[in-house]
């Protein structure tokens, strides 16, 4: 494991990660894709449908990257597009009327941001998962297992529990996004890492997270066994929780709190 945050950029863009289909295809059984989101159209970046966890059923959305050149491509290279994250929302809103846990794989350097997107209601499309997600009466459970960078991560990360893989980021921007507009120069990209506090660990600390995810075997049996085993028992104790709404909404309202209570003092 690196211990410099930019490595760890590096290592969670890698093309040989395991990525959201991976994880779905080794975790879950029984996997039926739903596609579109009944206004525009469907995007390939988010993958979705319904499957059995151990048996039960759950909707399990994920991110898509693709590991080939035509696989990226055709995936848009793990960056939505609105009717993306519409057809998410679309999967947990169908997920909350028939009493089904919501499962999230992240995975993407942000959301689309060309013209087309942005004509479509991007910025929108983002705000309605956010404000859905925060009063969804079902269990949601959201991993990052590469890249989370900022909205676009976040649209399915408004969850119960999030966690994050050894070597995932989650920032509000990428480091060569954040060293353009404070340096004007996106070559300072690991100097922007550093003061992100981005790896799984400031995560963690901030509240951001619950759980960091051990990286090891990572892309065998045993690796997603033991994922699967931990989505088991997480979602067995969210789903006695009497109170699911108002504890997500205290989660989010906590984290950061202790940093700031501190820095005041």
């Not at 289909?21 to 970046?45: S, T």
């Not at 966890?53 to 960056?79: C, D, M, Q, W």
């Not at 499962?103 to 689309?112: K, L």
């Not at 989505?231 to 997500?248: A, F, P, Q, T």
Request: overall charge neutral.
């Amino acid at each position: 494991m690196s211990e410099l945050p930019y490595d760890r950029v590096k290592l969670a863009r890698q093309s040989g990660r395991p990525t959201g289909l991976d994880y779905i295809r080794n975790i879950f059984k029984g996997f039926i894709e739903l596609h579109g989101d009944r206004r525009y159209g469907d995007d390939p970046a988010i993958v979705g449908g319904l499957a059995r966890l151990k048996g039960s059923p759950v909707t399990v959305i994920a991110i898509e990257k693709g590991h080939t050149a035509r696989e990226r491509s055709y995936r848009n290279f793990g960056a939505p597009h609105p009717e993306g994250y519409r057809k998410a929302l679309r999967l947990m809103k169908q997920a909350e009327k028939f009493g089904r846990p919501v499962v999230c794989f992240i995975d993407t350097s942000g959301a689309y941001c060309g013209v087309g997107a942005e004509e479509r209601g991007q910025g929108q499309a983002i705000a309605e998962n956010l404000m859905e997600m925060s009063s969804l009466c079902v269990p949601v459970i959201a991993i990052l297992i590469g890249e989370g960078g900022s909205g676009g991560a976040l649209a399915l990360a408004v969850a119960d529990r999030v966690w994050m893989l050894q070597n995932a980021v989650y920032s509000v921007i990428s480091p060569e996004g954040c060293a353009s507009i404070l340096w004007k120069d996106a070559a300072q990209a690991e100097a922007a890492a550093a003061s992100l506090k981005l790896t799984a660990e400031d995560a963690k600390s901030l509240g951001v997270i619950e759980r960091i995810l051990s990286e090891k075997d990572i892309g065998k049996k045993e690796f997603y066994d033991r994922i699967q085993k931990l989505l088991v028992e997480e979602i067995d104790v969210l789903s006695k929780d009497l109170d699911l709404v108002g504890r997500r909404y205290e989660r989010f309202r906590r984290i950061g709190a202790d940093v700031l209570s501190k820095e005041s003092i």
